[in-house]
């Protein structure tokens, strides 16, 4: 079982994520909370694999609460206001919710709790003797290798019918595997990819340049933006845009 916290201060959305969470069976409700100080209490005990964390809280919001946490469980950020998210994952959070949150995009983000953890349970022994355990990475089966691919090296994934191919940093090879782009999109945070072309996953931390409807990369490596997907990486990039030239 998780046992998780949920933490905001509006009412009825503890409420909702209450049912949420007694409608997940691997999930276990240990302390409903309105501030951080009340959170503080409850992670005192050492009992939390995980919280529901709002950004936007009086006195000190989720951020800084998170930021503040010497050895935080997993989290899952909650808010309504999506302009949030990369300074969310910027704090390597597991996922983001936007509110209104709907059961779908929660039950999503609890499996991902589940898998993260699964992998935590199994790497137990070798973390006693002081190895690291990744909270931000994939295992995916290239060949007959399982390799560890961090999160944050991804610059973005290409579906090949039945395969994927990842391209990450520091390699001129992608890593080829056996996964449907359904399947790998729904195990990387949604506030930090997005789906710019029905064959092309980006990690939108490392878009640098975009020209003539393709996100170019080193080398002259181009990601095409396709017509369905257009209007929604554009409104991600108009966030972040600082003026407009004539």
């Known amino acids: 079982m998780i046992r998780c916290i949920i933490v905001d201060d509006e009412p009825l959305a503890v409420a909702q994520l209450e049912k ?4 997940v069976p691997f999930l276990v409700n240990v302390g409903a909370c309105t501030s951080a100080a009340e959170a503080m209490e409850i992670l005192s005990s050492g009992n939390v694999d995980a919280m ?12 800084q609460f998170v930021r503040s946490l010497t050895r935080p469980p997993l989290v899952v950020f909650t ?20 509110k209104p949150i709907a059961f779908e995009d929660f039950l999503k983000a ?25 909270y931000d990475c994939l295992y995916v089966k290239s060949d007959y290798r399982m390799l560890r691919v961090p999160i944050n090296s991804i610059k973005y994934i290409e579906s090949m019918s039945e395969y994927v191919r990842i391209f990450v940093d520091d390699s001129a ?7 449907s ?3 790998i999109e729904e195990s990387l945070p949604t506030g930090s990819f997005m789906r710019v072309h029905r064959s092309f996953l980006v990690n939108l931390n490392k878009v640098k340049e975009i020209s003539k409807m393709r996100i170019v990369y080193d080398g002259g490596v181009y990601v095409p933006i396709g017509e369905m ?8 990039i108009d966030k972040f845009f600082v003026g407009k030239g004539k």
């Open 20 to 23: 949420y969470v007694e409608r």
């Open 181 to 183: 782009m359904k399947k």
């Open 52 to 63: 529901f964390v709002d950004i936007n809280m009086p006195d000190i919001d989720g951020v």
């Open 173 to 179: 090879k992608p890593i080829v595997s056996l996964l």
């Open 229 to 236: 997907y257009k209007e929604q990486f554009f409104e991600y």
């Open 110 to 134: 609890a499996n991902k709790l589940n898998r993260l953890l699964g992998i935590n349970n199994a790497a137990q022994p070798a973390a006693e003797q002081g190895e690291g355990v990744c």
């Open 79 to 98: 808010t309504a206001y999506s302009e949030y998210a990369i300074e969310g994952f910027k704090l390597d959070a597991i996922d983001y919710l936007l």
